[in-house]
């Protein structure tokens, strides 16, 4: 009786798992499909200041989900002090940044047309 129980009981969590893991499966794929539908981890902004002194950039931002970072305004470290030439106030844009030596840097900017 012993035997047949435990077999029931494998039988029914093998049963519940496999939608589980398929469901897995399909969510990983819509997230990696949402990534390359948003350029890949770019985040769209709007350039509120340029502080080509110090190769700093003030962008009022949305969600930076690779940084776990909400929306908000505020002055990024351009990794390469060049990309700023790119960009006038005013100016949307997409932006890629990360978090390196202890402070968070734009590593990507490009124009929205």
Do not use: C
Not at 57 to 85: E, Q, S, Y
Not at 98 to 111: D, M, N, P, Q, S
């Amino acid at each position: 009786m012993n035997k047949l129980l435990t077999s029931l009981m494998l039988s029914l969590l093998v049963a519940m798992a496999a939608p589980l893991a398929g469901a897995a499966e399909n969510q990983a794929a819509i997230t990696s499909q949402g990534e390359a539908a948003s350029g890949s981890g770019m985040t769209d902004g709007e350039v509120k200041k340029i502080h080509k002194a110090t190769g700093k950039i003030t962008l009022k931002h949305g969600d930076i989900t690779n940084l776990d970072m909400p929306g908000m305004t505020m002055v990024f470290r351009a990794k390469d002090p060049a990309i700023l030439d790119k960009v006038k106030v005013g100016d949307k844009v997409r932006f890629r940044a990360e978090k390196a030596e202890g402070a968070i840097a734009v590593t990507e900017l490009e124009l929205v047309k």
